[in-house]
């Protein structure tokens, strides 16, 4: 704090109030600070009021998600919580919301907390800072997304293998107008869904219809008034993959409001709560969260323990689990007569 008052041209008052988030100090003043602190890589240590353990550990993970509150995320959270209670270790928990600055803001947040170690679905493009917010020192795991910018473990569900499995099995029961309902084009896993989708369409020959691509979904709302406007044009679909959970629930909305539910096929990427006690039950391509959790707790740990073998990246495969919505047959002919019936 003495070097960064000094650095900033102001009191280590002053300093401590900015750090602190103070409102109150003045704004040039304030800019001066954050300048200062920016300069010299200042972190406040919260923790320096106690003794550290002897080995120089906190006895604390970091683990940060798109969102806490998406039943792919909470799964994975559950299965890094657990493998952590086992040792001992406390798991300190943020939700990314798609949001860089977000990702940034947090795992500074951590850094200054002591995290013994980082579990991170990455939000932005480039986690190269985590090299200087770290000091270099610090595991980090990348999960579900790929990270750039640092090399480190990484495990990946096989969403290219898994998009394409879904695709080939909407060809296989007939459909050729399909769908496909992407998350935003932003993330690396959405790309690779939409490929594995593209590429399942053009290996049976089939040339998809940009016209059904839609691409930056995100939330339930959106895919719903998306589908709904799919199926009122006048060549619709006969069958939607969707590639995020929230984008088929929101599917789901919106078949069974036009009363479409048993004559429009639907694949979701991710399975969801319920997703088989609806009728018809949805078909879907399902991760493993668990796996994922517990494979990139362990791989955490083992680099905490002193692993230092060259990075390494887990591959957890995809699911295709049939349940009834997958399997309709395509009924083009019958669409525009439930959708003059259902007005």
């Known amino acids: 704090m003495n070097d960064v008052a000094r650095a900033a041209g102001v009191s280590i008052k002053t300093v401590s109030r900015v750090v602190n988030g103070v409102q109150s100090v003045n704004p040039v003043l304030a800019g001066q600070v954050r300048e200062a602190i920016e300069a010299l890589n200042y972190r406040p240590d919260i923790d320096a009021s106690t003794l550290r353990r002897s080995d120089r550990r906190t006895g604390r993970i970091a683990l940060l998600l798109e969102d806490v509150s998406n039943p792919f995320s909470s799964a994975l959270h559950r299965a890094v919580e657990d493998e952590a209670r086992a040792r001992g270790i406390q798991v300190l928990t943020g939700s990314l919301d798609e949001d860089p600055q977000r990702e940034r803001e947090l795992a500074r947040a951590f850094t200054m907390r002591r995290a013994d170690g980082l579990i991170i679905a990455p939000a932005s493009a480039d986690q190269s800072y985590l090299v200087r917010e770290f000091q270099g020192d610090t595991p980090v795991v990348f999960v579900d997304r790929p990270g750039h910018g640092i090399s480190a473990d990484t495990v990946l569900a096989t969403n290219v293998i898994g998009a394409t499995e879904a695709t080939q099995h909407l060809i296989d029961h007939g459909h050729r107008r399909i769908a496909y309902l992407g998350d935003y084009t932003r993330i690396s896993t959405a790309r690779q869904r939409h490929q594995g989708f593209l590429a399942a369409m053009r290996e049976a020959g089939l040339e998809p219809d940009p016209a059904l691509i839609i691409p930056d979904l995100h939330t339930t709302p959106a895919a719903e008034s998306k589908v709904m406007d799919l199926l009122h044009r006048p060549d619709p679909p006969t069958a939607l993959f969707t590639g995020q959970n929230l984008v088929t629930i929101g599917a789901v909305r919106a078949l069974r409001r036009l009363g479409l539910h048993r004559t429009v096929a639907l694949i979701g990427f991710d399975d969801f709560p ?70």
């Open 274 to 343: 319920l997703a088989d006690l609806l009728e018809p039950a949805v078909t879907v391509i399902a991760q493993d969260p668990a796996m994922m959790g517990r494979i990139a707790a362990q791989a955490l740990f083992s680099r905490i323990e002193g692993d230092d073998s060259p990075p390494r990246k887990h591959w957890i495969p995809t699911t295709l689990i049939r349940r009834g919505s997958g399997e309709l047959p395509p009924a083009a002919h019958v669409i525009g007569d439930r959708l003059a019936d259902s007005l």
